[in-house]
């Protein structure tokens, strides 16, 4: 395999997929064999574009307005890393906790490796602590945001 010698669309990505709501747009961006190291509660990892869209599937009807905010990208080789902000309402179970009708906000890190344009492994660390507490009433505040 051959490592990405152009940098990879990843505000187009963010938009097509996660802005757009659209699963199907995974296809465009992802290796049809790509590896999801990282887990949210409640989930396994995961290889393959049927398991992407059932992820994405899963997030964008627990959170049906959500939207993504890049803050920050590196790219380097044929690794790119991501900080994201997400925020949206509530409205079915995700990680455990049942549908709130509450706001979120909080950062996704992400690091991908890509190959031949296409997106072959991602790792992803999600502010799980801080969207426990938005949504079911904890200690934390979206204050940390600038």
Not at 113 to 129: A, P, Y
Not at 133 to 138: F, K, N, R, S, T
């Amino acid at each position: 395999m051959a490592k990405s010698v152009h940098p990879f669309p990843y505000a187009r990505y963010t938009e097509d997929v996660w802005n757009s709501h659209n699963p199907d747009a995974l296809a465009m961006y992802f290796a049809h064999d790509a590896r999801v190291h990282s887990m949210t509660p409640g989930s396994v990892a995961g290889t393959g574009l049927n398991y992407l869209k059932g992820r994405a599937q899963s997030l964008l009807k627990a959170f049906p307005d959500i939207h993504f905010v890049i803050e920050d990208v590196v790219e380097r080789d044929d690794c790119l890393a991501a900080r994201v902000t997400l925020e949206g309402t509530q409205r079915g179970e995700f990680a455990g906790i049942p549908a709130t009708g509450k706001r979120m906000k909080v950062y996704d890190f992400a690091m991908y490796r890509i190959v031949d344009g296409k997106i072959t492994d991602v790792w992803s660390l999600i502010d799980i602590q801080t969207l426990r507490d938005q949504l079911q009433g904890g200690s934390s505040s979206p204050g940390h945001f600038r």
